[in-house]
């Protein structure tokens, strides 16, 4: 156990009626690895979103590793036909922290947004069908290679009850070029991913972010162990 952990589990002893849960179920994060993840310079972005992400991933995950197993699937770049991309980088093991962090830190982001192959493929990783688990996708846009995504989110929720899906949008825009007019508006609004259809089908969370701490602070919420009362 590493000192951050050792501090954590310290001053939660402090608070009267309070413990941290070990979790049980294992977890697997999707994420996003598609050429969209390495743009900037539009929507008011100075720098690829890829680096605020592995920010706040290197912020979140050593602790969490420590007392849950996580996987990793990576969806985008890689060789071959570019939907096809779907990567089974990890599946769940006990501090995982340094390896998924190492394969994250490498991507080049490139390819196509197969959102819904990824989580099915991190459902099969976790064995959705008989034992119960959590996927959290981290994705900065919609499906764009052609997956039926709230088919699939209606079949996971009737196969296996027991499976969580969690999506997070990490600054997810609509279409930003402007064919008549160059680049479009730098001021695009926030939408909503076509993937909160995983989460709300599944009992998970949808949760927007524009920032490092919110994404942070999401992971948190999606990823991380419960403190429970003792009372």
Request: negative net charge; hydrophobic residues 40%; contains cysteine.
């Amino acid at each position: 156990m590493n000192r951050h952990m050792r501090l954590l589990l310290a001053a939660l002893a402090l608070v009267p009626g309070l413990a941290l849960a070990e979790c049980t179920e294992d977890a697997m994060l999707v994420f996003d690895g598609s050429g969209s993840m390495a743009e900037m310079g539009y929507n008011g972005l100075d720098v690829p979103r890829i680096n605020d992400a592995r920010r706040a991933l290197h912020r979140v995950l050593p602790p969490i590793a420590q007392v849950r197993r996580l996987g990793l699937i990576v969806y985008g770049p890689g060789g071959g036909e570019s939907c096809s991309r779907v990567d089974l980088r990890l599946s769940p093991q006990r501090d995982a922290a340094g390896r998924i962090l190492a394969e994250i830190d490498e991507l080049v982001p490139d390819g196509n947004t197969a959102l819904t192959r990824a989580v099915r493929r991190a459902a099969e990783a976790l064995d959705y069908r008989n034992r119960p688990g959590t996927v959290v996708l981290v994705t900065d846009g919609k499906e764009t290679c052609g997956g039926a995504t709230c088919q699939l989110a209606a079949e996971l929720a009737a196969e296996a009850p027991g499976l969580t899906v969690h999506v997070i949008g990490f600054r997810v825009r609509g279409d930003f070029f402007n064919w008549e007019g160059g680049d479009g508006n730098p001021e695009v609004d926030e939408v909503p991913a076509v993937a909160q259809c995983l989460a709300d089908r599944t009992g998970g969370l949808y949760v927007s972010t524009e920032t490092t701490e919110e994404l942070e602070a999401a992971l948190r919420k999606t990823l991380d162990c419960p403190i429970y009362s003792m009372r």
